[in-house]
């Protein structure tokens, strides 16, 4: 059964500083997702990485893929309060086309302190 | 907005009811994925369909069943709801399996 595990699950963290989450699955897996969740909200695609190596950023936002040690990460650069939210990894294991379910980690709460 | 769209937004009910969530998937997309996340179970997989069939299944409960008809859209089959059934209940679609698409979700509360 795949196991997807994120650490930390909390992180209280000041605006202008540095931080990574850190996202380990337990069997490989064809794409790795990051979602980002605001308190009662939907989920909303950060990125999807499909191969060893891969690399994606979004602003203050870099997620990179080494499935050899099935790990994934999230690094925040400098920090800002809009960053607040939970940050969820997903992995699907696509057994074939048209059958496809993600498994979530347990998320990060993200709280940025001015 | 992700162009998935559900109803109804909120939902409160009693134990032993059974209720309907709906799901419009964007358009243009086949698969349909039911997934609920609670405060003790977290985010978890409950069932998906492409194009009208059943393509995998999740932790659904049997008291849970789902279908997706012609037009695509989806609809999630709730019945003899416990305390514990409470939950926000998502949809996401995608066109092929590659990136799933959140709706804003159902909040369901069983009293």
């Known amino acids: 059964e795949l196991k997807v595990e994120q650490n930390p699950l909390f992180l209280s963290m000041q605006e202008g500083k540095n931080y990574t989450i850190y996202c380990n699955y337990s069997t490989t897996s064809d794409r790795l997702y990051w979602y980002r969740q605001d308190p009662g909200k939907s989920l909303e695609s950060l990125f999807v990485l499909l191969s060893n190596g891969a690399v994606k950023q979004e602003g203050r936002l870099m997620a990179s893929l080494d499935t050899k040690a099935r790990l994934s990460t999230l690094h925040i650069t400098a920090a800002v309060h809009d960053l607040s939210a939970t940050y969820f990894c997903a992995v699907d294991k696509r057994a074939n086309f048209g059958n496809e379910k993600l498994t979530f980690g347990t998320g990060t709460r993200l709280t940025i302190i001015p | 907005d992700s162009g998935v769209t559900q109803t109804p937004k909120h939902l409160i009910t009693a134990t032993g009811q059974r209720v309907t969530l709906r799901c419009s998937p964007r358009s243009g997309d086949l698969s349909v994925y039911w997934y609920q996340q609670s405060l003790d179970q977290g985010l978890q997989f409950l069932i998906q369909y492409y194009n009208g069939e059943e393509r995998a299944k999740g932790n659904i409960l049997e008291r849970f069943s789902a279908q997706q008809f012609p037009d695509l859209h989806s609809e999630l089959n709730l019945s003899s709801l416990e305390l514990g059934d409470s939950a926000l209940y998502f949809c996401?679609?995608?066109?092929?399996?590659?990136?799933?698409?959140f709706g804003p979700g159902t909040r369901l509360t069983v009293l």
């Open positions: 996401a679609s995608s066109v092929r399996g590659y990136e799933q698409f």
